[in-house]
Structures are given as C-alpha cells and as structure tokens.
Nanobody, 122 residues
Framework: VQLVESGGGLVEAGGSLRLSCAAS????????IGWFRQALGKEREFVAA????????AYEHTVKGRFTISTTNAKNTVSLQLNSLKPEDTAVYYC????????????????WGQGTQVTVTS
C-alpha cells in the first residue's frame, strides 16, 4: 500500500487548508486511514481516523469541531479539512493505513506516507 499526502502549505491563523491522502496498491488489505501530525521537537500524535465505509470516525479532542475527515467510496482517497487553524496546528501531517478497526495508537498502522507540512502563522 502506498500513501501520498498533498495539500499542505502556509496559512494565517483562522484560515483553512484541505489535505488529501491518495492510497494505491493493495488497499483491500486496509480498513482505516488515520491522520497524525508531528510538530518540531514533539512526538507524533493522532489527529483523526476514518474507516473506508465512512461510518466510523474518530477525532483527537483538540481538533474536533475544527477538522473534518472524509473519504470516497472508491477506497482510494481520504481528505482532512482543516478550519479555524491555530499556530499550534503547525506540524508535518501524515496519513497512515491500518487493517484494524479505528485506533489512535501509531503501532496499529502499517503503512505511512511521507507527510505534508502545515504552517500556521499568527
């Protein structure tokens, strides 16, 4: 399974970005796509996850209500809409794929993308 993120960039506080994760290869082996982020000098943390059906979704509490995760029925793209961005949202955002039900732990995810940088200025 290959994952490629896109859509990162530089935005002012209060602005929006839309990240995409394009999945290819043996996506039939996966059940969930998660988004994680890693700020400079900090550990990577869970942001949100969705199963390919779109019926099961989870968010980290600091992004709930600001970020929205969604997927296509084609089982190949997951988007993360980032609204009301704050400087503390600045990080490299990664998408990851898992064959398990939704989990927030990184070790539940077997495949990872290279990441896309999101920078929010105050």
């Amino acid at each position: 399974v290959q994952l490629v993120e896109s859509g990162g960039g530089l935005v002012e506080a209060g602005g929006s970005l839309r990240l995409s994760c394009a999945a290819s290869g043996r996506t039939s082996e996966t059940h969930v796509i998660g988004w994680f982020r890693q700020a400079l000098g900090k550990e990577r943390e869970f942001v949100a996850a969705i199963d390919w059906s779109g019926r099961n979704i989870a968010y980290e509490h600091t992004v709930k209500g600001r970020f929205t995760i969604s997927t296509t029925n084609a089982k190949n793209t997951v988007s993360l809409q980032l609204n009301s961005l704050k400087p503390e949202d600045t990080a490299v955002y990664y998408c990851a794929a898992s064959g398990l039900p939704i989990r927030s732990m990184q070790n539940a995810y077997d495949y990872w993308g290279q990441g896309t940088q999101v920078t929010v200025t105050s």
